[in-house]
Structure formats: structure tokens, C-alpha cells
């Protein structure tokens, strides 16, 4: 059955990024086609391309995560793990889709490797190893940290920008502000690329190793091909559900308030990717970032009933997963190898 578990985690990997870029990628455009920086068709393109590239790029990147994430039992105990992580994840990430709420996927991965760990213990095999420190690093920490850093610092960057432009027309604000955000856009989707790509080539990186198909010291051309293809193919089919809730409904967006939303998120994501290699939710910064920014005007329109909506659906990600996970685990186990 080891062959049989192989192409499934290699499958549902390729669905978990497609669900990725459906989901998450096209959020990085969503301001700039709010702001009418960019048109809705150019928008999902530029995303597409940078998103693509960052993916590409991410596979350099992904050896120290699946060296530093977790590890998984050799043979079919870890394949089974590591698929009904990913099938967790992809259905969590479907229903968030379709209430247009959004969410961390890797937040879901992990809640869902967690459960499914879990469940072998409670079988009497090896469980997940290093899944305390990446709960830990992984979940808590950036549900908790990220989202206010990302918050505030959107909030108060609108100051100083404001005051660069006190003296300006409102309508040459409002040009420049879109070309920068423009830019911003393709920034944010390259960052999404680094940081979302190294997940699922990790998840194939840790597939290959349990199969004992590699001893884990470099990265097959066709995991780094195989992740940017299925992330930029999803970011293509666009999932506007959650871009139009990033957009429209959390808060009033102009041009300059966008700009600095997505220039800051721009920078922790990349600075999380390269400098920190820590793994920063690209949906938890978007949004408190937007929030932020939208938050510093003289009148604020923030949808408060939906802000808290989303923040529950945040908490809920990782113990739902995890459970998902767990019920999978124990379902797949008697078709496991002895």
C-alpha cells in the first residue's frame, strides 16, 4: 500500500496548493482591484506570474522547513499522516471558501498533522515528531503575534503617509497611490509564493522521505515544478468569495490606505520568508493589515460583525483540522501495511 498512500499524498498536495492559490493568492489583489489599481483580469495575471515565481524560488527554501517543521514514521504510519493532514486542511479550506471567510492554510495543515499524529499514538505507533514546537511556532504564536503586528503597523504608517501628502490634490494621491499599489500587489504575491510554496514542498520532501525514496538532502526539480505549477493553476481559477470579503466588506479602502496595507504586509511576509524563515500566515497579515490601515480615517467603516466572525473562524481552524485529522487517521489505519 505504500505505493497507493504515495500517489495520494502526492494528489491531495497538489489540491491542498491549487486550494491555496484559489483561496489566497487572488487576496493579494484584492485591494488594488478595490482601489481600481488594477482591473480584476490584470490583477489575477500579475498575481498569477509573481506567485508563480515566488513558489519556484521557495523549494531553496523549503529543505530547512522540512528539516525544522516536523517528521513523520517511515513507511505507511507517516504516509497516512501526512494525507489526512492534507485531506483535513483541503476540506476546511473548501468550507471557509464558501462562507468567504479567510483563512490560514497552514494553520490548517498543521491542526491537521497534529490530529492525525495523535491518532497514531492512540494506536500504539510514532507520532509527529517536533509537532509541540510547531504548534507552538506555527499556530499559537503567529495567531497571536502576527495579526497585531500586522494591525498596528498598518494603523500607524497611514499617519506619516497622510502627512507626505497634506499638501497634495487629492486626485494626484489618489495616481500615485495606485501605481505604488500596484506594485505592492505583485510584492505581496511573490512573498505568498515563498512562503506558501515551501508548506506543500516540504509535505512532498517528508512523502519522499517516509517512502524512502530520498534521504532528504536535496529537493526533486519536480516538487519545486509541481507546487508553483498547482498554486499558480489555482490563483488562474480565482477564488473571489474571500478576495471581495478582503475588499468590500471588512472596510472603506482608498488608494493610499491600500497602498500602505499591502507595501507593510509586503515586508513581513518577506522578511518572514527570507530573513526569518518563519512561516507567516499570508491571509492573517492581508487582512489585519487592511483592517488597520482602513481603521486610521476620520470614519471608519469596519464591519465589526464579520471582523469577529472571521477572528472565530481563525480559532477554529487549527482544533477543527486537528480533529479531522484524528477521525481520518484512525479511518485509513486498518488499510495500512503491518
Known amino acids: 500500500m505504500t505505493g497507493v498512500f504515495f500517489t495520494l499524498v502526492v494528489l491531495f498536495a497538489g489540491t491542498f496548493a491549487f486550494l491555496n492559490g484559489f483561496r489566497d493568492a487572488s487576496a493579494s489583489v484584492a485591494l488594488a482591484v478595490r482601489t481600481r489599481a488594477l482591473t480584476p483580469t490584470v490583477g489575477v495575471l500579475l498575481a498569477a506570474l509573481f506567485n508563480f515565481i515566488g513558489a519556484a524560488l521557495s523549494a531553496a527554501f523549503a529543505l530547512t522547513v522540512s528539516h525544522a517543521w516536523v517528521t513523520v514514521p517511515s513507511g505507511d504510519g507517516g504516509l497516512t499522516i501526512l494525507l489526512s493532514g492534507l485531506i483535513s486542511a483541503v476540506i476546511w479550506g473548501v468550507y471557509t471558501w464558501r462562507r468567504g471567510i479567510p483563512s490560514s492554510s497552514t494553520h490548517a495543515l498543521v491542526g491537521g498533522l497534529a490530529g492525525a499524529g495523535l491518532a497514531s499514538l492512540v494506536l500504539g505507533g510514532p507520532g509527529v515528531g517536533g509537532v509541540d514546537n510547531s504548534m507552538l511556532f506555527q499556530v499559537v504564536l503567529p495567531l497571536l503575534i502576527s495579526p497585531i503586528i500586522a494591525f498596528v503597523g498598518a494603523y500607524l504608517l497611514v499617519w506619516p503617509a497622510t502627512w507626505a501628502a497634506r499638501y497634495t490634490p487629492p486626485n494626484v494621491v489618489n495616481s500615485r497611490s495606485r501605481r505604488i499599489q500596484a506594485v505592492a500587489a505583485g510584492a505581496v504575491a511573490f512573498a505568498h509564493g515563498l512562503q506558501d510554496g515551501q508548506r506543500t514542498s516540504a509535505i512532498l520532501l517528508l512523502a519522499l522521505l517516509a517512502s524512502g525514496q530520498t534521504d532528504g538532502t536535496s529537493m ?54 527570507i530573513g526569518l524563515h518563519w512561516p507567516i500566515s499570508t491571509t492573517h497579515t492581508v487582512t489585519t493589515a487592511t483592517l488597520g490601515a482602513g481603521s486610521n480615517q476620520p470614519f471608519p467603516e469596519t464591519n465589526r460583525r464579520l471582523v469577529l466572525r472571521i477572528l472565530s473562524f481563525w480559532v477554529l481552524t487549527p482544533i477543527v483540522t486537528a480533529a479531522a485529522g484524528l477521525v481520518l487517521a484512525l479511518a485509513l489505519s486498518p488499510l495500512r501495511s503491518s
Do not use: E
Open 220 to 273: 526533486p526539480m519536480w516538487v519545486a515544478l509541481l507546487t508553483a505549477a498547482m498554486l499558480t493553476v489555482g490563483t488562474l481559477a480565482g477564488g473571489w468569495r474571500i478576495s471581495h470579503t478582503i475588499g468590500y466588506r471588512m472596510a472603506r479602502m482608498d488608494p493610499l490606505r491600500g497602498f500602505v496595507a499591502q507595501i507593510y504586509s509586503s515586508l513581513i511576509l518577506l522578511l518572514g520568508a
